[in-house]
């Protein structure tokens, strides 16, 4: 009898795979990463004990993307590679010079009190929990303002993690040490830390489609990191158009060096190659 270990996909059933893939999530698997597929899916084989790879794609296909083995399945796909002040200069712009410079204009009567922040497909909520210790930090000049920073991601068990606030020592590496003692605290889990409630407070977490329009209101700015990379032109034209309707005016966008959005991104004004704004 053969296993679901030992089955075999065949080049038209990894095409179907690459197409479902490709429509709920506009991530494209290249020929190179055909033979990953197939070992992460033969492992979603063996949790589920379907018996092969036809099985198991109806058994997707069946299933809404919001149920948790779409999400398992998704996690053996995307990376959720993540870590706090990841990209050290897109932190320090953020720290000294845009929130110095929107608290000023907020003394000066010419904004208001107010600042919204959406760290794009955010995985485990570290690129939100960095704008939330930055922001925290300045929360003296900065009161009373309103802040909201919404983390959002495809992956259920991202966002579900985003929500616990607890960070291993490998994702705190660049966190500052005196904002770690600050802004953070010994989780139960021995060698992770949690963010204070003071930090969760600014933060709430969602699970979304970049594929998909988000129904919120525009935000100040918008990180849109790391998420892009293997997404064709027609996908990460879609996501681009979706976050680019939030974006205010004299808004920023962050995006990742790897993102290869420039082209999408025409009607910005182009600050960095990571750094965007729309006038
Ligand atoms: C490498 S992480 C990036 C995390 C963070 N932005 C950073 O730069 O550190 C990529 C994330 O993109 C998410 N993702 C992939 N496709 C997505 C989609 N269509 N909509 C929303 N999130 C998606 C994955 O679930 C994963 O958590």
Redesign the pocket.
């Known amino acids: 009898m053969t296993t679901a270990t030992e089955t075999l996909i065949s080049p038209e059933l990894m095409m179907r795979y690459g197409k479902l893939i490709y429509d709920v999530?506009?991530?494209r698997i290249s020929p190179q990463k055909q033979a990953l597929l197939a070992n992460r899916v033969r492992r979603r084989l063996k949790a589920t004990n379907i018996a092969d790879f036809e099985g198991y794609l109806r058994h997707l296909q069946k299933l809404k993307p919001a149920n948790a083995e779409w999400d398992l399945f998704?996690q053996e796909i995307?990376?959720?590679?993540?870590?706090l002040f990841?990209d050290e200069s897109h932190w320090t712009w953020f720290q000294d010079q845009y929130l110095a410079a929107i608290s000023q204009e907020a003394i000066a009567g010419k904004r208001p009190r107010s600042l919204r922040i959406w760290?794009?497909?955010?995985?485990t909520g570290?690129?939100a929990y960095s704008a939330a210790v930055c922001v925290a930090a300045c929360v003296k000049q900065m009161s009373p303002w309103t802040i909201k920073i919404i983390g959002?991601?495809?992956?259920i068990g991202?966002v579900e993690q985003a929500r616990q606030a607890t960070f291993s020592q490998r994702a705190m590496k660049l966190v500052p040490p005196s904002l770690r003692t600050r802004y953070f605290t010994a989780a139960e889990e021995p060698e992770f830390s949690k963010a204070k409630p003071e930090l969760s407070a600014l933060v709430q977490f969602r699970q979304?489609?970049?594929?998909d329009p988000l129904r919120e209101q525009p935000f100040d700015l918008i990180?849109l990191?790391?998420?892009l990379i293997y997404f064709d032109e027609a996908s990460k034209q879609r996501?681009v158009a979706n976050v680019l309707k939030l974006l205010a005016p004299g808004g920023y966008l962050v995006a990742?060096a790897a993102e290869g959005i420039s082209d999408h991104l025409k009607n910005l004004k182009r600050i960095h190659a990571w750094l965007y704004r729309n006038e």
């Open positions: 999530t506009g991530i998704l995307t990376t959720h590679e993540t870590y990841r760290s794009a497909a955010c995985s570290d690129e959002t991601d495809i992956g991202a979304h489609n970049l594929l990180f990191k790391n998420v996501v990742g």
